[in-house]
């Protein structure tokens, strides 16, 4: 347990360590360690993670677990922020379950939209387990109270709350949001990438730390001990803000058209077996499965980023919605990593539909394992991740 194996070793031997460092959410030595134990790995040093991830821990980890998967669930709200992303998002909630550690994350406009969510969240928990959740355990901001508190109710759930000013009493969901911002942090200074994606960056982190190996569960990705027939090899991880371009399949009307488009790689879908990618230009949203990725060209340059681009607030502890009126740090002039020379396919061309749905499509009744490209219509509701 705890061994991902995304790939095969002779696969495996060709990307340096630094590289698959990058991939997965800039992941420590003892965890790249455990998930890719074919790997000859040897210490490093990583200039996103010293200047992105902080290292002064406030809340203590806790002692105990729960038994069994979502006897207790923490959640927490993070920010607004002041810089919405392209979408309009400013908020993110996360549900972590106790036992397995596993968190699922919802983009929200408003704070508002957190009852509707979190109604989803609680439904789609009843349909997904056979055992009911139990305890909710939230801080005690505003948010919680009210209609959302009322819900605990209508599902039979116990909502337990911290004392006022007491945040290290919801710590475990405390901690989860701040590892999220933290590792979103190294991956958008790895690439330059621009701040208001910053939505793709704590989703991708999502998936990434849900199925890596976890300290707390001894060495096994969270997501294993919740599903332990989920199969973590299906979808190799990518360097998040690379330069990627997608396939397009079928049969082009222009025989002289080019047969790939140049998109920004911005996270993995939860409901296909496809990598999302993003084109700024023309705002569309895609899944593919046949992308081939340049992991050593950042989508945006370094001097796109210098002038107006801030960071994600460091340091994001407490995450509180005082980070919203924060001022940004001083922003770090980022490097150009050192280049690089492979250009990796995620698999030859072949000869499937396109599929490109309209606007109002809803993309996420799919879970085909090799679905073609799709444009995909952003939720105007909130997005459920796990
Ligand atoms: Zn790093």
Redesign the pocket.
Known sequence: MGCISWISYRLLSAVSIIDW??RLG?APLPILKRALPDVPLREFS?E??IYDKQHRSSFPPACTRSSTPLSLVHSDVWSPYRVPSIFGFRYFVTFIDDYSRTTWLYLLHDRIELTSVFRAFLLEMRTQFATPLRVIRTDNAREYTGRTSNLCTEFVVIHQTSCAYTPQQNGVAERKNRHLLDVAR?LMFQMHVLIEYWNFAVSTVRHLINRLPSSVLNFVPPIQLLYPSTNLTSLTPRIFGCVCYVHLLGSPSDKLAPRAAKYMFVGYSRTQKGYVCYSPSDGKLVVSADVTFCEDQPFHLPSTTSSSAPSIPRPAVPVTPSLSSSSSSPHVPPQVPPPLTRVYSRRPSKDAPVTQLPATSDTSATADPAPSLQLIPWPTTPLSIV
Do not use: L, T
Request: proline share 0%.
């Open positions: 460092h990058r800039h990583c996103s993670c190294s």
